[in-house]
Structures are given as structure tokens and as C-alpha cells.
């Protein structure tokens, strides 16, 4: 459990809601055949009871994310105490009472935290009763019990986690009473772990090949298609105990060509010709009214999609974010975002195929007579979806050009002044006229990405909101999950303790909150330019953070069914910036040396260890 509470309490009628639509999700589960899996006692519990059970042994998790202690720190029960035990057993029961039960069971005892009894790291002993309680206590309430462990934990502290200590901690339970999660296979596979002898304690017991993908949910184009279309095949040949494949991604809707692959493992037994299916997904997305010219088009469309964003070859760790969805700052050239660096800005793909593919896509779509032909919800959406990310990295690239115009221009005051010792190439801006018409540039392409993201429902924020609104019962109610709603994308806290992390290039979120904070940001240094005089990041930041708490509270309606015509403003758009997009695709603005990140399975690679 990484934080106890925020932004709540969470009203009773909330609750019963949710538990009325698990019960729908598991019946209608239970009727395809599926397994489903219930939660179990983890150990996290309220700090009163401290008081109430002075015989059991208690610690607090670390901080985690930088929240006050009044929202993380949660307290937790001893493995190796009774009360353990005894939560446990009734905290089965209970769910058993509640649902049913198809006998598995969720729990992961330290994710995001180092085993510990408070005075220091935990010892084999310690690590090896931690399981057997989990277990016992499952048991207790179930003695048909399977423990589903994720696997994230040894990735994310891969330092202490290794083999005297992984086997201390799995040994415990009988091997066919534990299914391991390797969550986050595609990128850092913890069950071959190359600091590891072979076979490692982990793949020696039964354990599933998984796809996370996505961080937050974002909206930026990414995948790993020539890994899951063939990796899954390999691991089940090497690895006797591979029992089966999964996603558990943290938003789904986004990149659907790598979902709709991954999803189509789970039958395949040989490895998948990831050039040949993308030429049929191709063919399916423009749907059956397509003729020969248009699929030859969209095939060599989404080849370059495929062989660019979607197959990325580094250990990057998720999608590649925005500039425009981070807080603005002059140095975001560096490639990461703040608080959660091991989200990249820098583009893992050549952004010329991209824009190649994009032409194509455009030309297959909107050039060729038509004869007949009506362009699928599918096929919109991606057209859509790819002018999104080209404007994304256009705006990136005419941003980088301004910061280098502004450093021979301005006195920077920041709180990073080392980020900015190299100087930018300043794409041909020469004067303060020069660097005005950019500041406007940049200013149009997120609200014209605004308007064109407004035509597809998937990329609505009004939508977001009014169905969280649903769920409240009175005005307060429906206030407060919209507040909730609201941080989640934002700021991620009370402070913004990891801002950002789930940002959406969403209609209504661009041009209700990432163009507002643009617009701060750029006048100011729009002003210090033309003055010649001090542009202060620092104190500006501060303007724009009471821009973003004003924001979480606001009560602006933002439309939740799409308006416009995609395929007209998308051509109006190539027409509008494909000078430019053409002519500064090629650029290098990037550093080239990143500052050394901190982030889940760094230490894996280089010795680092944990999030910070």
C-alpha cells in the first residue's frame, strides 16, 4: 500500500456501487470461463489500531511520491504477528461471503517499499516467515488458496532482491500454491533476470508472461510489437513453468495495434510476422469499403508506424510523453519529466518515417477519390491519433528552437541553471519578431490540436468527467469525484507530488489546462525577450502551480459527445504546418547525455536502486 488516503473520504453509496458492479464484472466473468482474482490481506491497516493491539508488532511503509506523512507512510502489520493471522482468515472469509471465490488470490506485501522491521533491512528469516503468513492467512480462509504474486518488486529493487533473498521469500509457499506475475516483461523479464543464475528462483515455480505497456495511461504513440509477437513464443520453449500470458496495463486506451497483438498471443504458438499482420490490420481498419489503392497506402502507412513508434528498442519504460503535457519549463529538451523520470520526452522512433507514414495515412484517407469508400470509427480514430503525435513532436521541436533564441536573448534565473549551460540551435530565429510568431505557434498547435481531438470520442475529457460525476448520489457527492477525476490526470495529489504522470492529449485538457499553462510560460518569456531582461522560471512556476490547484476545483463544462469533422480539420492542418513539420523533422533537440534517472528496473542495468 503506498499511500492510506487522499481526497476523500470516498461516501458510502460510492462503495456499494462499486461492489455491485464487481459483482456484475464477476458473473459475467464466471459465465466466459474466466478465472477471476480477489484481493487478500496485505498487512496495511489503520493506525488506531496500533492502539487498540499493543502486543502486535507494527512498522510504516517509506514515504512514497514526496506526499505528506498524514497521506503515505501507511502502518503495517507484521507478517510474523498473530493478528496477522487472524485479519487475514477474516479478510478471506469476508470476501468469500461477498463474491464468491474461484480460490485466487492478489497480494503483494512490499511493493514500492523495502522489506523491513523499522530497524533495518529485513533478514532471510524475516522475508521467508513474511510469505508464510501471507499464505497461512490465505489459507486459514481458504484452503484451496493460490497466492498471485506480482513480480514488480523485483524489478523495481532488483539490489535487494537477489537470490539468497528471492528464495527465502518464495520458498515458503508450495510451488503450485503461487502463480507469479512478471509484470513488466516486455521491457525488464525478472524471470531471466541476467544478474541471476539460471534457472532463477523465480521461473522455477509457475509464472505468467505480462505486458504492462502503459504508465498513467497516457496518449503518446509506443509499443515493443517485434518483442510480444515473438518473445512469449521463445519464453514457453525455455522456460518449462510459463503458465500463461497477460496485460495489466494503467489505461488501455491508447496504441491499439499493440493491445490487439498482445491480445492475440494467448492462441498463437508460433512466433507472429509482425510485418505481415500489420499489413492485415491495416486492411481492417479501413474497413471493407476500401479499395486496393487505399489499402496499398494505409499498408505502407502503418509498416512505418509499426517499424517506428510501435517497435521501440531500448529499455525505455513507457510511452513517450508530450511537452505540451508537462509543466512548461525551459530545459524539458533534457527528454524527462520531473517527478516521474523515467517517463521520456525524447522520441524513441526516427520522426521523419513517422511523418512519412503520417502522409501516407492522409493520402489513402482524404487524396484518392473516394469511389465508394466510407472511412471506418477505426480508421479516423487513427488518422486522428497520428496527426495528434505529429503535432506533438512538431511542437516539441519549435519549442527547443525558442529556448535557444531566449538563452542569447534573456537572463535565465532556474532552478536547474546546469541544465542550460549548452547552448540550443535557434532554428533560424533572428529577431524578437521572429521569436513573438513562434511564441503564437506554439500557442496554435495545442489549440488546434484541441479542436481536431474534439471530433473522437476516445479523446473527450468532458467524457472523463461526466462519468465520474455518475457516481455521486447528492451535489457534494459528484463534486467531490470530479475534483478526484480531475487531480488524477493533474496533478496526482495535493501538491502535485507526481504531476503529470497521468496525462491524456485529451480535447478539453489541452485547451482547458495544458494550453493555459503554455500561456503563462510564454508570455513571460515572450516579455523577457523583447526586454532583454530576466526571464524567472522560478517564480513563474509558482504562478503556474496556483493555476493548476485553481484548476482542480473549477466546474467548467467540457463537451462529452465529439463535434467536427475529423478528416476535414486533419487535412486542414497538413495544409497548415507541413512546411514546417517537413522542414525541421530531421532536428536533433535532445540532450545527448541524460542526468542519471531513478526509476522502476534502473538497477537492474546500471546498480541503482528504487524510485526516489
Given at each position: 500500500?503506498?499511500?492510506?488516503?487522499?481526497?476523500?473520504?470516498?461516501?458510502?453509496?460510492?462503495?456499494?456501487?462499486?461492489?455491485?458492479?464487481?459483482?456484475?464484472?464477476?458473473?459475467?466473468?464466471?459465465?466466459?470461463?474466466?478465472?477471476?482474482?480477489?484481493?487478500?490481506?496485505?498487512?496495511?491497516?489503520?493506525?488506531?489500531?496500533?492502539?487498540?493491539?499493543?502486543?502486535?508488532?507494527?512498522?510504516?511503509?517509506?514515504?512514497?511520491?514526496?506526499?505528506?506523512?498524514?497521506?503515505?507512510?501507511?502502518?503495517?502489520?507484521?507478517?510474523?504477528?498473530?493478528?496477522?493471522?487472524?485479519?487475514?482468515?477474516?479478510?478471506?472469509?469476508?470476501?468469500?461471503?461477498?463474491?464468491?471465490?474461484?480460490?485466487?488470490?492478489?497480494?503483494?506485501?512490499?511493493n514500492e517499499n523495502r522489506p523491513g522491521r523499522?530497524?533495518?533491512?529485513?533478514?532471510?528469516?524475516?522475508?521467508?516467515?513474511?510469505?508464510?503468513?501471507?499464505?497461512?492467512?490465505?489459507?486459514?480462509?481458504?484452503?484451496?488458496?493460490?497466492?498471485?504474486?506480482q513480480g514488480w518488486l523485483f524489478m523495481n529493487?532488483?539490489?535487494?532482491?537477489?537470490?539468497?533473498?528471492?528464495?527465502?521469500?518464495?520458498?515458503?509457499?508450495?510451488?503450485?500454491?503461487?502463480?507469479?506475475?512478471?509484470?513488466?516483461?516486455?521491457?525488464?523479464?525478472?524471470?531471466?533476470?541476467?544478474?541471476?543464475?539460471?534457472?532463477?528462483?523465480?521461473?522455477?515455480?509457475?509464472?505468467?508472461?505480462?505486458?504492462?505497456?502503459?504508465?498513467?495511461?497516457?496518449?503518446?504513440?509506443?509499443?515493443?510489437?517485434?518483442?510480444?509477437?515473438?518473445?512469449?513464443?521463445?519464453?514457453?520453449?525455455?522456460?518449462?513453468?510459463?503458465?500463461?500470458?497477460?496485460?495489466?496495463?494503467?489505461?488501455?486506451?491508447?496504441?491499439?495495434?499493440?493491445?490487439?497483438?498482445?491480445?492475440?498471443?494467448?492462441?498463437?504458438?508460433?512466433?507472429?510476422?509482425?510485418?505481415?499482420?500489420?499489413?492485415?490490420?491495416?486492411?481492417?481498419?479501413?474497413?471493407?469499403?476500401?479499395?486496393?489503392?487505399?489499402?496499398?497506402?494505409?499498408?505502407?502507412?502503418?509498416?512505418?508506424?509499426?517499424?517506428?513508434?510501435?517497435?521501440?528498442?531500448?529499455?525505455?519504460?513507457?510511452?513517450?510523453?508530450?511537452?505540451?503535457?508537462?509543466?512548461?519549463?525551459?530545459?524539458?529538451?533534457?527528454?524527462?519529466?520531473?517527478?516521474?523520470?523515467?517517463?521520456?520526452?525524447?522520441?524513441?522512433?526516427?520522426?521523419?518515417?513517422?511523418?512519412?507514414?503520417?502522409?501516407?495515412?492522409?493520402?489513402?484517407?482524404?487524396?484518392?477519390?473516394?469511389?465508394?469508400?466510407?472511412?471506418?470509427?477505426?480508421?479516423?480514430?487513427?488518422?486522428?491519433?497520428?496527426?495528434?503525435?505529429?503535432?506533438?513532436?512538431?511542437?516539441?521541436?519549435?519549442?527547443?528552437?525558442?529556448?535557444?533564441?531566449?538563452q542569447s536573448r534573456t537572463q535565465i534565473s532556474?532552478?536547474?541553471?546546469?541544465?542550460?549551460?549548452?547552448?540550443?540551435?535557434?532554428?533560424?530565429?533572428?529577431?524578437?519578431?521572429?521569436?513573438?510568431?513562434?511564441?503564437?505557434?506554439?500557442?496554435?498547435?495545442?489549440?488546434?490540436?484541441?479542436?481536431?481531438?474534439?471530433?473522437?470520442?476516445?479523446?473527450?475529457?468532458?467524457?472523463?468527467?461526466?462519468?465520474?460525476?455518475?457516481?455521486?448520489?447528492?451535489?457534494?457527492?459528484?463534486?467531490?469525484?470530479?475534483?478526484?477525476?480531475?487531480?488524477?490526470?493533474?496533478?496526482?495529489?495535493?501538491?502535485?507530488?507526481?504531476?503529470?504522470?497521468?496525462?491524456?492529449?485529451?480535447?478539453?485538457?489541452?485547451?482547458?489546462?495544458?494550453?493555459?499553462?503554455?500561456?503563462?510560460?510564454?508570455?513571460?518569456?515572450?516579455?523577457?525577450?523583447?526586454?532583454?531582461?530576466?526571464?524567472?522560471?522560478?517564480?513563474?512556476?509558482?504562478?503556474?502551480?496556483?493555476?493548476?490547484?485553481?484548476?482542480?476545483?473549477?466546474?467548467?463544462?467540457?463537451?462529452?459527445?465529439?463535434?467536427?469533422?475529423?478528416?476535414?480539420?486533419?487535412?486542414?492542418?497538413?495544409?497548415?504546418?507541413?512546411?514546417?513539420?517537413?522542414?525541421?523533422?530531421?532536428?536533433?533537440?535532445?540532450?545527448?547525455?541524460?542526468?542519471?534517472?531513478?526509476?522502476?528496473?534502473?538497477?537492474?542495468?546500471?546498480?541503482?536502486?528504487?524510485?526516489?
Open positions: 500500500v503506498n499511500i492510506k488516503g487522499w481526497a476523500g473520504p470516498l461516501p458510502q453509496s460510492w462503495i456499494l456501487g462499486q461492489r455491485d458492479l464487481q459483482l456484475k464484472i464477476l458473473r459475467r466473468e464466471r459465465e466466459l470461463g474466466m478465472v477471476p482474482v480477489l484481493p487478500a490481506f496485505s498487512g496495511g491497516v489503520p493506525d488506531a489500531l496500533e492502539q487498540k493491539h499493543p502486543e502486535a508488532t507494527f512498522h510504516r511503509h517509506g514515504n512514497w511520491g514526496g506526499f505528506e506523512k498524514r497521506y503515505c507512510c501507511v502502518l503495517t502489520l507484521s507478517p510474523d504477528s498473530d493478528l496477522f493471522k487472524s485479519i487475514g482468515q477474516v479478510f478471506i472469509e469476508e470476501v468469500k461471503a461477498a463474491y464468491g471465490t474461484d480460490h485466487v488470490y492478489s497480494c503483494d506485501t512490499f523499522g530497524d533495518g533491512e529485513a533478514s532471510l528469516s524475516y522475508l521467508s516467515s513474511s510469505s508464510r503468513a501471507v499464505f497461512d492467512s490465505m489459507s486459514a480462509g481458504d484452503d484451496q488458496a493460490v497466492w498471485l504474486l529493487d532488483a539490489s535487494f532482491w537477489k537470490e539468497p533473498q528471492l528464495t527465502a521469500y518464495l520458498s515458503s509457499v508450495p510451488p503450485d500454491r503461487m502463480l507469479l506475475l512478471d509484470l513488466f516483461t516486455e521491457v525488464h523479464p525478472v524471470w531471466k533476470r541476467r544478474d541471476l543464475d539460471r534457472p532463477t528462483p523465480i521461473e522455477q515455480r509457475p509464472w505468467i508472461w505480462n505486458m504492462l505497456h502503459s504508465f498513467g495511461g497516457n496518449s503518446g504513440m509506443y509499443g515493443r510489437m517485434q518483442v510480444i509477437g515473438k518473445d512469449p513464443i521463445h519464453a514457453r520453449r525455455q522456460s518449462g513453468h510459463m503458465a500463461g500470458i497477460g496485460i495489466t496495463t494503467e489505461g488501455i486506451e491508447n496504441n491499439p495495434a499493440v493491445y490487439e497483438l498482445m491480445a492475440e498471443m494467448r492462441w498463437r504458438e508460433e512466433e507472429v510476422d509482425v510485418e505481415a499482420w500489420i499489413r492485415d490490420w491495416a486492411d481492417r481498419r479501413l474497413g471493407p469499403t476500401s479499395h486496393a489503392r487505399h489499402r496499398t497506402m494505409a499498408r505502407s502507412a502503418w509498416a512505418g508506424i509499426a517499424d517506428s513508434a510501435l517497435s521501440c528498442a531500448t529499455t525505455q519504460m513507457g510511452q513517450v510523453k508530450s511537452m505540451i503535457e508537462c509543466r512548461p519549463r525551459l530545459d524539458l529538451f533534457s527528454g524527462y519529466i520531473r517527478n516521474s523520470d523515467f517517463m521520456p520526452i525524447r522520441r524513441h522512433y526516427d520522426e521523419e518515417v513517422l511523418v512519412s507514414a503520417w502522409l501516407q495515412l492522409c493520402a489513402a484517407m482524404i487524396d484518392s477519390p473516394h469511389d465508394g469508400f466510407l472511412p471506418t470509427a477505426a480508421s479516423l480514430f487513427d488518422i486522428a491519433d497520428v496527426t495528434r503525435q505529429v503535432l506533438s513532436d512538431l511542437f516539441a521541436r519549435l519549442f527547443v528552437h525558442l529556448v535557444g533564441f531566449a532556474t532552478r536547474s541553471p546546469q541544465s542550460l549551460a549548452s547552448r540550443l540551435p535557434p532554428g533560424g530565429l533572428k529577431t524578437t519578431g521572429d521569436a513573438e510568431e513562434r511564441v503564437q505557434l506554439l500557442v496554435g498547435i495545442i489549440a488546434d490540436m484541441d479542436r481536431l481531438l474534439g471530433t473522437q470520442d476516445m479523446f473527450l475529457l468532458g467524457r472523463w468527467l461526466a462519468a465520474s460525476r455518475e457516481w455521486g448520489s447528492t451535489q457534494q457527492e459528484k463534486d467531490l469525484m470530479e475534483f478526484n477525476a480531475r487531480n488524477l490526470i493533474t496533478m496526482w495529489g495535493p501538491r502535485g507530488e507526481i504531476s503529470d504522470y497521468a496525462s491524456k492529449q485529451w480535447s478539453g485538457l489541452l485547451g482547458g489546462y495544458y494550453l493555459q499553462r503554455w500561456k503563462l510560460f510564454l508570455t513571460a518569456l515572450s516579455s523577457a525577450i523583447k526586454q532583454g531582461g530576466v526571464f524567472d522560471e522560478v517564480r513563474l512556476e509558482r504562478e503556474i502551480v496556483s493555476f493548476e490547484h485553481s484548476w482542480q476545483k473549477d466546474k467548467t463544462h467540457y463537451p462529452s459527445t465529439p463535434k467536427g469533422d475529423t478528416l476535414a480539420i486533419v487535412q486542414e492542418l497538413r495544409h497548415k504546418y507541413l512546411q514546417l513539420i517537413e522542414a525541421t523533422a530531421g532536428d536533433s533537440i535532445y540532450a545527448q547525455d541524460l542526468p542519471t534517472v531513478h526509476a522502476p528496473g534502473v538497477d537492474i542495468a546500471s546498480g541503482h536502486s528504487r524510485r526516489v
